[in-house]
């Protein structure tokens, strides 16, 4: 009997300290993806110094969530924990890109390879996002340059052939990434149409002669009429 007392309390001690690790996580992981939001819309907003700020607490919680969950490797890995940091990988992946910084590596963010290609998955759509917002003012090279971007996010995630059981079903968001990015290049080539017909209109006017106002038209005199 002493056995299954013994037993009982190793068995409590086990799940009480798993449990408490998994309820920490649940909190950090919804910190984290609030942090990693928030980056995003700095961003946007062309708030720089806020934004890393955000990137900043966010990685505070990668790094919290990996030591807490060092003894638990399956609430590490499990699904709201890895989202979250994929939450963070796409929010410093999307801070890089837009201020025109070297993209970081997985292992500078601390982040698994799975997870890590699955944020740069979903940073296409915050890129179109500010393609769209550019090309409200008018083609912009910046644009182009962020399609560029684009165009290599998708040209890596299709050589990532392997199960969807190692890469965490980034099969479907190769090819979710693969519309966003044709959307935008179409996008992109009305702008350019426009543009070029904008200045082409523009050249013409300043080649034709100022023919100042054109005279009055007079009403026909009535001998004219043969009333």
Do not use: W
Not at 138 to 153: F, K, Q, T, V, W
């Amino acid at each position: 009997m002493d056995l299954f007392a013994e037993l009982s309390e190793q068995v409590h001690a086990a799940f009480e300290a798993r449990n408490k690790a998994r309820d920490q996580a649940l909190v950090q992981a919804r910190a984290l993806t609030r942090h990693a939001a928030q980056a995003i819309r700095a961003i946007h907003r062309s708030d720089s110094e806020l934004a890393h700020e955000h990137l900043r607490e966010a990685r505070g919680l990668v790094d919290a969530l990996k030591n807490d969950l060092a003894a638990f490797p399956d609430l590490f890995f499990a699904g709201y924990t890895q989202d979250a940091i994929k939450e963070y990988a796409e929010a410093s992946i999307t801070v890089a890109l837009i201020e025109n910084q070297p993209l970081p590596m997985p292992e500078a963010l601390g982040i698994e390879y799975a997870t890590y290609l699955n944020g740069l998955a979903e940073v296409t759509g915050e890129l179109r996002r500010k393609t769209l917002d550019m090309l409200r003012q008018g083609y912009s090279p910046e644009a182009e340059r962020l399609l560029a971007c684009m165009d290599e996010i998708y040209a890596l995630l299709i050589t990532v052939d392997y199960p969807d059981a190692i890469t965490n079903g980034l099969r479907r968001q190769t090819d979710l990434v693969r519309g966003i990015v044709e959307r935008t290049r179409g996008d992109m080539t009305i702008s350019l149409r426009e543009q070029r017909l904008h200045e082409a209109m523009q050249a013409l006017a300043a080649r034709l002669p100022d023919v100042g106002e054109l005279p009055e038209v007079q009403p026909p005199d009535a001998d004219d009429t043969g009333v």
